[in-house]
């Protein structure tokens, strides 16, 4: 249960995950995640992740207390996604994909085994609501976490041959 703890913790936190998703291959499988829409309805995406994400990220995004220890059912509570969780350490196509398959689905796809608390809202959510809610959470950063943001995603993109 221990190693599990750890190994949940590090695909978790910052930039361990982002290392072990890079290493996995940098993408969602076999379908590449789409490209973001020309433009973004950042009114939508806030309205949206009100809707969706607010009950358990926090209506300002400052997540659940404890985040970063898995409770008694080895699941971890919901991160923040302001600056100070561990949203703004990875590249726009793990941040899609986690919101639209879940993250169970995801990281199996990389074959990592484990349990999450976020479902995927692939199946009520566009693909444009999904980029609009991530741009929400993105424009709430300060320059500093959304330069390095992009900065991974621009390189996951440049491995990936985009």
């Not at 980029?131 to 943001?149: H, M």
């Not at 992009?150 to 996951?156: F, H, N, P, V």
């Amino acid at each position: 249960m221990m190693l599990r703890w750890l190994i949940l913790f590090l695909l978790m936190a910052g930039a361990a995950g982002v290392g072990a998703w890079m290493l996995a291959g940098g993408t969602s499988g076999t379908s590449a995640t789409p490209e973001p829409p020309q433009s973004i309805d950042l009114a939508e995406g806030e309205e949206l992740y009100q809707e969706y994400c607010a009950s358990c990220h926090g209506s300002v995004l400052e997540g659940q207390a404890g985040w970063r220890s898995a409770g008694e059912d080895g699941i971890l509570p919901a991160p923040p996604h302001d600056e100070t969780g561990h949203t703004w350490h990875h590249p726009d196509s793990v941040l899609f994909d986690y919101t639209k398959l879940g993250g169970k689905k995801t990281l199996a796809k990389q074959g990592v085994d484990f349990q999450s608390g976020m479902p995927g809202f692939g199946d009520e959510l566009t693909d444009a609501q999904i980029w609009n809610i991530l741009a929400f959470i993105k424009s709430t950063w300060p320059d500093r976490q959304r330069e390095v943001q992009a900065a991974r995603s621009e390189a996951e993109q440049q491995k990936r041959g985009d």
